[in-house]
């Protein structure tokens, strides 16, 4: 019989984290682990609202291509051709994640109520960014103006985001110092020293575990592998240059408040990177000092100074449509045609506190847009009620276990991307009625 093999070998460097598979032989109490450049390559941009839009004035009543701008799309038309809303979208059994359920809004993981122990997956736009690793300075910038991040490893880890424009900028065009390189350098070797000691224990325990196990094993060495390539092209892109700064750095702006202000200069900072190709994947969680106007329990005065702040993300939003599709790249295509620029939320509302029925805007990336999809009828025809009668309390239908997922539209991103996938979190397939340009 084989003993048990009661240990955990554990590597983290520079954002680089590896853990042995767990193995039959393993003990219960042992925590399962879980190129060249292209012309006009395509590009993730993915923004998260913790407090979603008030639905009355957000979703559309009509579906199809012939919708009646709603007053929160309206501000969007000028591009409405480049977009498409998309209404009846859920997580599965995330129903009373409420706000924890931040942290599944790009990876879909189950997170049915606070009690619920997460045990979070990949979020979109670091699968995304997996597929393309290497060709860019960085495989991902994970940004915030708020707190916190919507990032997460294959291991389910939150990666920790970068909330000062400024520290964007520097990371984008400021050369580091020759000692800078030189610890740079002398991390990723000591990273690579690392693989070297784990791989040598996962080798010596390939001697004493079973069959099963070692078909694991094997799928550990491919990890391995991938991890040693990430650390070669970390190395190879420390001495190249970064482009030329366009001017001085943004001045970061300090204390709560001014969502707009903040969100614009970190969409300046996210058109560097992608017009620099210095990545071309991005997340950022945003707008999120308005808790309590979220909250109105339809007060008057609350509820029209929420509808505004969720009016200023909007025009933001397309500001940031309207500068990438004025960005010619090659052939007589612009930047958004190659850039999928997402915004969605963990809420329907923050009044509601309903994790179903979620707010989704999607533009540019080479899709037909200029339309809405729905895929829960009787939500529109409530909305449409409760637009007709405000007063009127029209609750709205309760998404049921047969409802679309809205890791089908992250699929659909991922296979625009060309990324051969059949499968993503909780999607059931790809989503119905988007089609490619």
């Keep these: 019989m084989n003993a048990p093999i009661n240990r955990r070998t554990f590597l983290r460097t520079t954002g680089i984290s590896l853990a042995l598979p767990f193995l039959e032989s393993m003990t219960k109490a042992i925590a399962t682990a879980a190129a060249p450049a292209v012309a006009n390559p395509r590009r993730l941009v993915a923004i998260g609202t913790p407090f979603g839009f008030d639905p009355q004035?957000?979703?559309p009543t009509t579906a199809g291509r012939d919708y009646a701008l709603t007053p929160h799309l309206q501000h969007l038309k000028a591009v409405r051709d480049d977009f498409t809303i998309i209404s009846g979208l859920s997580h599965p059994n995330t129903g009373g994640?409420?706000?924890?359920?931040?942290a599944v809004m790009l990876t879909g993981a189950p997170y049915p109520d606070y009690s619920y122990n997460l045990k979070n997956t990949i979020s979109l736009d670091q699968e995304f960014a997996t597929h393309f690793r290497g060709q860019t300075r960085y495989d991902s910038l994970v940004l915030t103006t708020y707190n916190g991040s919507l990032s997460y490893t294959g291991n389910g880890v939150n990666i920790p985001a970068v909330d000062r424009p400024s520290q964007v900028f520097a990371k984008l065009f400021l050369a580091s110092t020759p000692a800078q390189q030189t610890e740079e350098l002398r991390k990723i070797g000591t990273g690579r020293s690392m693989l070297d000691f784990v791989g040598d224990q996962a080798k010596r325990l390939g001697k004493r575990v079973t069959a099963a196990d070692r078909a694991r094993l094997d799928e550990y060495f491919e990890s391995v592998r991938d991890v040693e390539r990430q650390l070669q092209m970390s190395g190879e892109w420390v001495n190249r240059p970064k482009p030329k700064a366009p001017g001085a750095a943004p001045a970061d702006i300090a204390g709560p408040g001014q969502q707009q202000k903040k969100l614009q200069l970190m969409f300046d900072m996210i058109y560097l990177a992608?017009?620099?190709?210095s990545t071309r994947a991005i997340t950022i969680k945003t707008f999120g000092d308005h808790h309590d106007l979220s909250h109105h329990g339809k007060e008057p005065k609350k509820l029209e100074a929420c509808r505004q702040v969720e009016v200023e993300l909007l025009q933001a939003y397309g500001g940031l449509l309207t500068k990438l599709k004025a960005a010619q790249e090659g052939s007589g295509s612009n930047m958004l045609?190659?850039?999928?620029?997402?915004?969605?939320?963990?809420l329907k509302d923050g009044n509601s506190h309903s994790t179903a029925n979620l707010p989704v805007l999607l533009a540019g990336g080479g899709f037909k847009h200029g339309q809405h999809l729905t895929f829960n009828q009787p939500y529109i025809e409530?909305?449409?009620?409760?637009?007709?009668?405000?007063?009127?309390?029209?609750?709205?239908?309760?998404?049921?276990?047969?409802?679309?997922?809205?890791?089908?539209?992250?699929?659909?991103m991922l296979q625009r991307a060309g990324i051969a996938s059949d499968r993503f979190s909780s999607s059931s397939g790809t989503l119905t009625g988007l089609e490619l340009a």
């Design 57 to 59: 004035v957000f979703v």
């Design 97 to 102: 994640g409420g706000h924890k359920a931040e």
């Design 274 to 277: 992608l017009v620099t190709d």
């Design 337 to 346: 045609d190659r850039t999928m620029v997402l915004i969605t939320s963990n």
């Design 382 to 412: 409530s909305i449409a009620a409760a637009v007709k009668e405000p007063d009127t309390k029209t609750p709205a239908p309760v998404v049921g276990a047969g409802s679309t997922p809205l890791c089908n539209l992250y699929l659909s």
